[in-house]
């Protein structure tokens, strides 16, 4: 009976359903409408996130360029290299470079006088806490007219460079190049000439920069110090290993001759 009654309520829903062909469409369309909307508003809900996140993205690079680079590299002096005025001759200036980071830092000079100026080391690769004195070299051009630079200043700029590098990377200038996105301008140096028969603290702090440079170069240019064998006169290697042996073979010869 109760299969019975259940084959007649469906036989009476199959009845119903063809009674009502246009509300069976209808429905069908309104669930397909349903679908639709979904979709739309879904699709539009996606449209929004990507948008606003293309907006946040470009928001955060935007705000990345406004902000002030963050700087590897402490310059000591900071904004200007003081040169003492020379008319016609190559007079020389120092400055300090440490890389105050906690990675290895490639450093790079710059100037718009490449003629009339270089670097020594015109750039470098330092490791965290590590300094180097840089000098700069220069030739003063005699004034026309035989007049001094307004303010003892200079057209010339220098502009120091540097470049987050991992550990064990050669220094090349092409790393600027390859990787011109991740460079940071540290600062332009100003020219400043200082009267060398003037004393001052600026010309007496350029003289020990300069004389530390130099002592730091005199002291790359030294040999390494030899770890190996000792050499006593031309050509002769004392080998404390070999003396020992030739020391023990002659014992044991006694010892034969001994025995016998």
Known sequence: MAIADHH?????????????????????????????????????Q??????????STSVSSIARSLLPARRRLRLDPA????FPYEPGKQVKSAVKIKNTSKSYV??????????????R???GILEPGESVIATVFKFVEHPEN????????????????????????????????EQKDQVTIERILRVVFLD?????????????????????LESRKKPPV?????????GLVIDEWKERREKYLARQQVEAVDSV
């Open 46 to 55: 996606n449209g929004v996130g990507s948008n606003s996140s293309r907006a």
């Open 146 to 177: 035989n007049e001094k630079p307004v303010d003892q200043k200079s057209k010339v700029k220098f502009k120091i460079m540097s470049l987050k590098v991992k550990e064990g990377v050669d220094y090349v200038p092409e790393l600027f190049e």
């Open 79 to 82: 904004n200007s290299l003081y």
């Open 226 to 234: 030899e770890t190996g064998p000792k050499v006593v006169g031309e």
């Open 196 to 216: 060398p028969e003037r004393p001052s603290p600026v010309l007496e702090k350029l003289k020990r920069q300069l004389a530390e440079a130099e002592a730091a």
């Open 106 to 119: 490639a450093f790079k000079f710059q100037t718009t006088a490449p003629k009339s100026c270089y670097m």
């Open 121 to 123: 080391p015109p750039g």
């Open 8 to 44: 007649k309520s469906h036989n009476s829903d199959g009845k119903l359903w063809k009674l009502c062909p246009l509300w069976q469409s209808g429905t069908s369309s309104s669930s397909s409408s349903t679908q639709n909307l979904h979709s739309q508003n879904h699709s539009h």
